[in-house]
C-alpha cells in the first residue's frame, strides 16, 4: 500500500499485508477483500559528508523491525536535490534505514561513489540505530555519506598474445561486498567501498567471452594469481577514501572441458540436467534440442562425477512416464560413478549418456466416507539414494508420480497445512494404511508402465493448540510455533492469529511432540523463543505432548517474555 490512493492516509501510505497479517510480504495470492491499516513515511535528505552537496541516485532500504528483512515495496532511490520518501512503513519504533552510495553523483567524490552506511552514521552494518515510526506521521531520518573507495583493473587470457575478456564477474568481498562484470574491453570497476578495510578480489570467468579459449573456458581465480582450489590463501588489498585502487586485474588460464550427448535408446533428449562434480567443483548444464551438451572451466582432476537429471527431458519414448537418473556408463541410483579425467586446454568427449524409461505410480485419495481429497501430498521414497518424488491429488483426489526408477518405493500421503484454522486436518499415513512411524508396506515399480491403485483413505488427524501471549497477558500475533517428534521423524508449523491462538492439525498419533514457540518475523515487539513448558530452547528439556488422532491437544500455550531491548535513536518525527 505505499503508492495506493483513494482514501484518508494516501499522504502516509498503507502498511503492506498478505491475509490477515502486517508486516509479511510473500506470493500469496489474495482471494479476499483486504482492508490496510494506516502506515507512516519516512522523510529525508541524503548529502555528501561534511557538505551540503546533495546525493543523487542513492539507493535507501528500510529494514522491517528489528530483523534484517527489507520489503521490496519500501525501497527507493534519492532524487536529484537528495532527498527520499517511503510511505505504507508500518508503526514500528525500530526500523532500520540505510543508504547505498555506489552509483550516487552530486558530490566530489562520484569517481569513486560513496560508502554504504546505515542511520545514524554507522558504516560497514546491515542494520542502524532504530527509527520509530507511528501511523499517519512523518518521521526524518537524513544520510551523509563520505568518500567511499574504489577499485578497478583489467581481465585477459593467459595467451601469448592476452586477449580481453568481457563478462567475467568479479567480486570484492570484505565486511561489505560488491561486484561488478567485465565489459568488452575487460575492464571493471567497483564503487563506493568502505575505506580502510581489507578486502579479497575474485574472479569468476563462468560466462567470460572474447579470449583464445572460449571453447574450453577459463580458471576462476583470486587477485594475484591465486587459485580457487585446494586451500588458497588470497592476498588482500586495502582502500583508501576517495582514491581508486588500479591495476587489480587478471590474466586467467585456460580450463578443460567434457561433452556428450544424451539419448533414450537412439532418440536424443533435450532438457536432460548434466552435473559435473568432484570434492572441489561443481557445474551443470542443459542439453540442448539434440541432446548435446558442453561443461567447460573445468580444472585438470581424475575424479569427476557426470550424472544426467532427467527431471524435464523430452524427445524419447517415454516422456510422459519420464525417465531415470543416470550417471556415466549407465550407473543408476546407489552405484558409484565412473570417474572421468579432464585435462585442463582439451576437451573430453564421448561422455554419454542412455536413460532408460521410467516408471510410474497412480491412485486416489479419499476420506473415510470416499469423498475425494484435493490439496494430499503423495510422497514416494526409495531405500535406494537418490531424491524423495512427489505429487498432490487434485480435485478429484487423483495423483500421479512419474520418472522413478525401477526400484521398491515407500509411498505416504499427508496433509500439509502451514497456516492452518481450527480444523483436526487429516491423519497421515503410507499405503496400505500404515501409520506413520510404522514400517511401510513396500510399492514395486516397473521400468515403462504404471504402477496402479496405489490409494488411501485418510481419516481426521490429531491437533496440538494453543495461545500465546506476552508476559502483560497481551495476545502476541505471528508467533511462530513449531511441532517436531523424532520418534515419528514429524515436522509441522503454524502462525498464532490475531487473538494469539494457533493450531496445529494433520499430525499423527505420538508421544513424544516437542512444541516450540518463536518470535514474529517483525513487529512492533520482539520475544525471546521457548519451549512447552516454559522451557529455554537452549538450556532445556522440553515437556513432551502427546497426540492422538481424531482429537486435539489442548491448552499448549506460552507466554513470552521480551527479547533484551536495543538501544534507542535520535530520529525526528513531525
Known amino acids: 500500500g505505499s503508492g495506493a490512493t483513494g482514501s484518508t492516509n494516501d499522504a502516509f501510505g498503507y502498511a503492506a499485508a498478505c491475509g490477515d497479517s502486517a508486516y509479511e510480504v510473500s506470493s500469496t495470492l489474495l482471494t479476499q477483500d483486504q482492508a490496510l491499516s494506516h502506515g507512516g513515511r519516512i522523510r529525508g535528505t541524503v548529502r555528501q559528508d561534511g557538505s551540503a552537496a546533495p546525493l543523487a541516485a542513492v539507493g535507501v532500504t528500510l529494514r522491517m523491525g528489528s530483523s534484517s528483512t527489507f520489503v521490496p515495496a519500501l525501497v527507493t532511490t534519492t532524487a536529484a536535490d537528495g532527498t527520499f520518501e517511503i510511505r505504507g512503513v508500518p508503526p514500528a519504533p525500530d526500523h532500520s534505514v540505510c543508504f547505498e552510495g555506489s552509483t550516487a553523483t552530486g558530490g566530489s567524490n562520484d569517481a569513486t561513489g560513496y560508502a554504504a552506511e546505515c542511520y545514524d552514521d554507522l558504516v560497514g552494518v546491515f542494520t542502524g540505530s532504530p527509527v520509530s515510526v507511528s501511523v499517519s506521521a512523518t518521521t526524518t531520518v537524513n544520510g551523509s555519506l563520505g568518500a567511499g573507495a574504489a577499485v578497478t583493473g583489467r581481465v585477459t587470457d593467459s595467451s601469448a598474445t592476452p586477449r580481453p575478456l568481457s563478462g567475467v564477474l568479479v567480486t570484492v568481498d570484505g565486511r561489505l561486498s560488491a561486484e561488478a562484470t567485465t565489459g568488452t574491453d575487460g575492464t571493471y570497476l567497483v564503487r563506493g567501498l568502505e575505506p580502510g578495510a581489507e578486502y579479497v578480489v575474485s574472479f569468476s570467468p563462468a560466462e567470460a567471452t572474447g579470449g583464445a579459449w572460449d571453447a574450453l573456458g577459463y580458471l576462476g581465480e583470486y587477485w594475484n594469481n591465486i587459485p580457487t582450489t585446494g586451500t588458497p590463501i588470497p592476498t588482500p588489498i586495502t582502500l583508501t577514501a576517495g582514491v581508486r585502487r588500479t591495476g587489480i586485474g587478471a590474466a586467467l588460464a585456460t580450463a578443460g572441458a567434457i561433452t556428450g ?237 490475531a487473538d494469539g491462538t494457533y493450531n496445529v492439525p494433520s499430525l499423527p498419533s505420538g508421544t513424544d511432540y516437542v512444541v516450540c514457540f518463536n518470535s514474529p518475523y517483525s513487529g512492533p515487539q520482539q520475544f525471546s523463543d521457548e519451549c512447552w513448558n516454559d522451557v529455554d530452547p537452549l538450556t532445556g528439556t522440553p515437556t513432551p505432548v502427546t497426540v492422538r488422532t481424531g482429537s486435539a491437544t489442548t491448552a499448549i500455550d506460552a507466554v513470552l517474555a521480551p527479547a533484551p531491548a536495543s538501544a534507542h535513536s535520535s530520529s525526528t518525527r513531525e
Request: glycine share 14%; aromatic share 8%; proline share 8%.
Open 261 to 497: 550427448t544424451v539419448r533414450n535408446g537412439t532418440l536424443p533428449l533435450a532438457g536432460v540436467t548434466v552435473t559435473v562434480s568432484q570434492p572441489e567443483s561443481y557445474a551443470e548444464t542443459t542439453t540442448a534440442a539434440n541432446g548435446t551438451y558442453t561443461v567447460k572451466g573445468l580444472e585438470s582432476a581424475t575424479d569427476y562425477e557426470v550424472c544426467f537429471q532427467p527431471y524435464g527431458a523430452s524427445g524419447g519414448s517415454s516422456d510422459a512416464l519420464g525417465y531415470a537418473f543416470s550417471c556415466w556408463r549407465n550407473k543408476g541410483i546407489g552405484e558409484p560413478p565412473t570417474p572421468v579425467t579432464v585435462t585442463a586446454g582439451s576437451a573430453r568427449t564421448g561422455i554419454d549418456g542412455n536413460l532408460p524409461s521410467a516408471g510410474g505410480i497412480r491412485g486416489r485419495v479419499t476420506d473415510s466416507f470416499g469423498a475425494p481429497l484435493e490439496g494430499i501430498t503423495v510422497s514416494a521414497e526409495s531405500p535406494q539414494p537418490g531424491p524423495r518424488h512427489d505429487a498432490v491429488t487434485d480435485s478429484d483426489g487423483a495423483y500421479v508420480l512419474t520418472g522413478l526408477a525401477p526400484f521398491a518405493y515407500d509411498v505416504c500421503f499427508a496433509k500439509y497445512q502451514t497456516f492452518a484454522g481450527s480444523g483436526l486436518g487429516r491423519a497421515p499415513e503410507c499405503w496400505n494404511d500404515v501409520p506413520i512411524g510404522q514400517t511401510p508396506t513396500p510399492v514395486n515399480v516397473v521400468s515403462g508402465s504404471y504402477t496402479d491403485s496405489i490409494s488411501a483413505s485418510l481419516g481426521s488427524g490429531g491437533a496440538i493448540r494453543g495461545r500465546v501471549t506476552s508476559d502483560s497477558g497481551q495476545p502476541v500475533p505471528d508467533a511462530r510455533v513449531t511441532v517436531r517428534s523424532e520418534l515419528l521423524d514429524w515436522y509441522s508449523t503454524a502462525e498464532t492469529a
